[in-house]
Nanobody, 128 residues
């Protein structure tokens, strides 16, 4: 089993930045990639991006490309989501997720079905 715990959410003004963290514990050696998703009220859970655990390759959704950056610190078993130029429409609960599926090409990591481990989510609210 793998446990994921997100942190770093909060209230930020539009145009500001936030960095979310996702700490992984347990059988982390089984993880191939980590993904970030978000879910706004009344909307489907949306894929934001993913990073491979060992190689650090990344893939982003077009909606956040250029504003959001995913990185990882293998020594700390932690993945980060740096969010810049935040907009009110970025308001959502943000989730990290772990996948053990070694898929290729990376765009396949956009599929929620590949992720067997999920964190509890952290609220991000952007004020206008």
């Amino acid at each position: 089993q793998v446990q994921l715990v997100e942190s770093g959410g909060g209230l930020v003004q539009a145009g500001g930045s936030l960095r979310l963290s996702c700490a992984a514990s347990g059988r982390t050696f089984s993880i191939y990639a980590m993904g970030w998703f978000r879910q706004a009220p009344g909307k489907e859970r949306e894929f934001l991006g993913a990073i491979t655990w060992s190689g650090g390759s990344t893939y982003y959704a077009d909606s956040v490309k250029g504003r959001f950056t995913i990185s990882r610190d293998n020594a700390k078993n932690t993945v980060y989501l740096q969010m810049n130029s935040l907009k009110p429409e970025d308001t959502a609960v943000y989730y990290c997720a772990g996948s053990t599926s070694q898929v290729s090409p990376l765009y396949r990591l956009a599929s929620r079905a590949l992720y067997g481990y999920w964190g509890q989510g952290t609220q991000v609210t952007i004020s206008s």
